[in-house]
């Protein structure tokens, strides 16, 4: 294997990247390492990432979802990523929250293949292979990245009551479903100038 994607390199550039924004202990560096090393394998076949930079994937997938995971209220132990593909944030979610159940929702078939295949040291993390509309409830929360924000919100209250959204920041701003939604707290990506990391809570009239 190529020097800049063994372990070595893989938890120097991770570490190095969160510096003071949060700890990972070796044994979840392992296992984040153990996905990594199948993304770029598999990304070679098929089509998991568009980026396809080993620093840029350490980056934008590894480190974004990780501190996005680091920030996430303690809304409840049941967790759904909506539009998983390739396992952001969902994966880095469930290693660095061992105490969370986490589920990734890909519908693509080859994804979840991939996702089950990277996965299986994974104790509290589970695949399911069907469209969101699929859904019944049964989770506290949904997160997600990669699907539009206005059709993840559009899950709540019925799938969830808790939501998390990796997004631009004028994708945050256009957010317009009709769905009451309280945002209790929100976060700039520290390696991007557009991206954030929000959350919050569907909105009971009382």
Not at 17 to 36: A, T
Not at 42 to 65: F, Q, T
């Amino acid at each position: 294997m190529a020097a800049e994607t063994d372990r070595t390199w893989f938890a120097g550039r991770l570490l190095q990247h969160l510096g003071n924004y949060l700890l990972v202990s070796p044994s979840q560096i392992d296992l984040l390492y153990d996905h990594f090393r199948l993304l770029m394998l598999w990304n070679e076949r098929i089509n998991l990432s568009a980026i396809r930079s080993p620093e840029e994937i350490v980056l934008r997938h590894y480190c974004e979802s990780l501190f996005f995971a680091a920030r996430m209220p303690e809304f409840g132990p049941m967790v759904a990523d909506i539009g998983s593909g390739a396992g952001f944030p969902g994966v880095p979610t469930a290693i660095l929250h061992p105490e969370w159940s986490v589920t990734l929702i890909e519908s693509h078939q080859r994804k979840a293949v991939f996702l089950r295949e990277s996965t299986r040291e994974i104790p509290n993390l589970a695949v399911i292979d069907r469209r969101v509309e699929q859904l019944s409830r049964g989770f506290d929360s949904i997160i997600s990245r990669a699907v539009r924000p206005a059709e993840v919100v559009g899950l709540l209250p019925e799938v969830a009551v808790q939501i998390g959204l990796l997004l631009s920041r004028s994708d945050f701003i256009d957010i317009d479903t009709g769905v009451p939604v309280d945002w209790i707290s929100c976060h700039s990506i520290p390696w991007s100038d557009n991206n954030l990391c929000v959350f919050g809570s569907f909105h009971v009239e009382q």
